[in-house]
């Protein structure tokens, strides 16, 4: 009895039974940055063709969008939002690879600081998207194509947060217009005697779900208070 209580002191000696074997680390994810709205627009321009021809009267207009969001992450190593823009729902690949809009190259795509921290309206930002892919890669957005856009906020460690919940928007300011069966104008979007699901899911300004508020030139912009359908966020 005494040789087996001495081995136990032996081998039980030095080991701390208080202390977990493994050390419990706790980690917080970064916050998800959330895109307030997008809103198409154009930028208005002659083609030198018809200046030519005497027929300057007729105007093209080159797809562009407003995307609105708040800055609302507060973690110390945030610089910024980065911003994916995909002609579908994106996947992983998409806003984890190089698929990120930047203007210069450089990341992130909307620098900011933690300091600007703020949901008030006044500190709404507006960034207007002037190329599916800018300059030098030069890709502009393609007229009756709806775009998803999705940020993800970038921290100077190179950590991103998980993506924000994406926002499609037609690339044009009269959806209506465009060819039947394109991606802004389903065949069952050009229905005026469409259920309230398909005009959930029809893009604003086709017959299914007709702009109800602002105008067609402004891309039938939400008022305060108003949410889809019948305007764009």
């Given at each position: 009895?005494?040789k087996?209580?001495?081995?136990?002191?032996?081998?039980?000696?030095?080991?701390?039974?208080?202390?977990?074997?493994?050390?419990?680390?706790?980690?917080?994810?970064?916050?998800?940055?959330q895109?307030?709205?997008?809103?198409?627009?154009?930028?208005?321009?002659?083609?030198?063709?018809?200046?030519?021809?005497?027929?300057?009267?007729?105007?093209?207009?080159?797809?562009?969008?407003?995307?609105?969001y708040?800055?609302?992450?507060?973690?110390p190593?945030?610089?910024?939002?980065?911003?994916?823009?995909?002609?579908?729902?994106?996947?992983?690949?998409?806003?984890?690879?190089g698929?990120?809009?930047?203007?210069?190259?450089?990341?992130?795509?909307?620098?900011?600081?933690?300091?600007?921290?703020?949901?008030?309206?006044?500190?709404?930002?507006?960034?207007?998207?002037?190329?599916?892919?800018?300059?030098?890669?030069?890709?502009?957005?393609?007229?009756?194509?709806?775009?998803?856009?999705?940020?993800?906020?970038?921290?100077?460690?190179?950590?991103?947060?998980?993506?924000?919940?994406?926002?499609?928007?037609?690339?044009s300011?009269?959806?209506?217009?465009?060819?039947?069966?394109?991606?802004?104008?389903?065949?069952?979007?050009?229905?005026?005697?469409?259920?309230?699901?398909?005009?959930?899911?029809?893009?604003?300004?086709?017959?299914?779900?007709?702009?109800?508020?602002?105008?067609?030139?402004?891309?039938?912009?939400?008022?305060?208070?108003?949410?889809?359908?019948?305007?764009?966020?």
């Amino acid at each position: 009895m005494l040789k087996v209580f001495l081995l136990f002191l032996i081998y039980s000696c030095g080991s701390n039974t208080r202390t977990p074997v493994i050390p419990f680390i706790f980690f917080t994810p970064p916050g998800i940055p959330q895109i307030a709205g997008v809103v198409p627009t154009a930028e208005v321009y002659l083609d030198p063709a018809l200046v030519i021809e005497g027929q300057a009267d007729k105007i093209n207009y080159k797809p562009e969008f407003v995307i609105k969001y708040y800055v609302t992450n507060t973690e110390p190593n945030f610089v910024g939002y980065n911003l994916t823009i995909t002609s579908a729902i994106p996947s992983l690949t998409d806003t984890l690879g190089g698929s990120y809009y930047t203007e210069n190259g450089i990341l992130p795509s909307f620098p900011h600081l933690a300091i600007e921290s703020s949901t008030e309206e006044a500190q709404l930002k507006k960034k207007r998207i002037r190329n599916r892919i800018p300059p030098p890669g030069l890709i502009p957005f393609q007229h009756c194509e709806i775009y998803t856009f999705t940020m993800r906020a970038y921290f100077n460690n190179g950590v991103v947060s998980n993506p924000s919940t994406p926002v499609s928007v037609c690339a044009s300011l009269y959806p209506n217009q465009c060819p039947i069966g394109s991606s802004c104008n389903p065949a069952i979007c050009s229905n005026n005697n469409c259920s309230n699901l398909e005009k959930a899911s029809c893009p604003v300004g086709t017959n299914c779900n007709p702009c109800l508020y602002g105008d067609f030139r402004n891309g039938c912009e939400c008022p305060r208070g108003i949410s889809p359908p019948g305007c764009n966020p």
